[in-house]
């Protein structure tokens, strides 16, 4: 079965790079994602990788994968005090119906 | 602008009584979805529709209700069968044409009187 597990919370200072992480279980994931919660709040789509890619970047966001351990990270650059939310990954696996499943949320805490 | 939208923000539940939370979207997608959140264990799926009147069981259906008969509309029912509602609401859509970017609501937070 599918399991996508990260680590529950990460503390940087203010313009250091935040590194979160995330390891899934199942090698036919196709997509995976990395959305953004502010407190009280929906989630939001940051930005996604297909399986056949690396990597990918985005403005201050980096996105690796490694499909060999089934590992993904993002990195964000200049890490602002705004950026303080829980980061959720998820993995998306084709079926009948596209199936995501999402981790269990790191909270991002940013010192000032 | 389009969105998807919840209501309430905020609603409380009396022993055996049945509530339902609201989501309406306007962004013509043809799926339509709801999370349960609790702290430290991310999102877990409760119910999905991929088309008018039509849904599924997600992983955690025992308890709650849905109805699709618009494309516009999923609302929620927790009934009274479900004894530890308290939680964090989430409902989403997606276009449902193949990459299944997600869009979310603001939530709704159930709490047990």
């Known amino acids: 079965g599918e399991d996508v597990e990260q680590s529950l919370f990460l503390s940087v200072r203010e313009g250091d790079s935040s590194v979160i992480n995330c390891t899934y279980t199942d090698s036919s994931s196709t997509y995976l994602y990395w959305y953004k919660q502010e407190p009280g709040a929906g989630l939001q789509l940051l930005t996604y990788i297909f399986s056949n890619m690396d990597m990918k970047q985005d403005q201050r966001l980096t996105v690796l994968l490694n499909k060999k351990d089934k590992h993904l990270s993002l990195r964000i650059a200049d890490t602002q005090t705004g950026d303080s939310a829980i980061y959720f990954c998820?993995?998306?696996?084709?079926?009948?119906?596209?199936?995501?499943?999402f981790g269990t949320g790191t909270k991002l805490q940013v010192i000032p | 602008d389009g969105g998807i939208t919840q209501s309430p923000k905020y609603l409380f539940r009396k022993e055996g009584q049945n509530v339902t939370l609201s989501c309406e979207q306007n962004l013509n997608h043809d799926a339509m979805y709801w999370y349960r959140q609790d702290p430290g264990q991310g999102l877990r799926l409760i119910y999905y529709?991929?088309?008018?009147?039509?849904?599924q069981k997600g992983d955690i259906a025992e308890g709650y209700s849905v109805s699709r008969e618009k494309k516009e509309s999923f609302p929620l029912t927790v009934t009274s069968a479900q004894k530890n509602p308290t939680a964090f609401y989430l409902c989403?859509?997606?276009?449902?044409?193949?990459?299944?970017?997600?869009?979310f609501g603001s939530g709704t937070q159930l709490s047990v009187l």
């Open positions: 529709s991929q088309i008018v009147n039509d849904f």
């Open positions: 989403a859509s997606s276009p449902g044409q193949g990459l299944e970017k997600l869009f």
């Open positions: 998820a993995e998306i696996l084709i079926g009948g119906y596209q199936k995501v499943t």
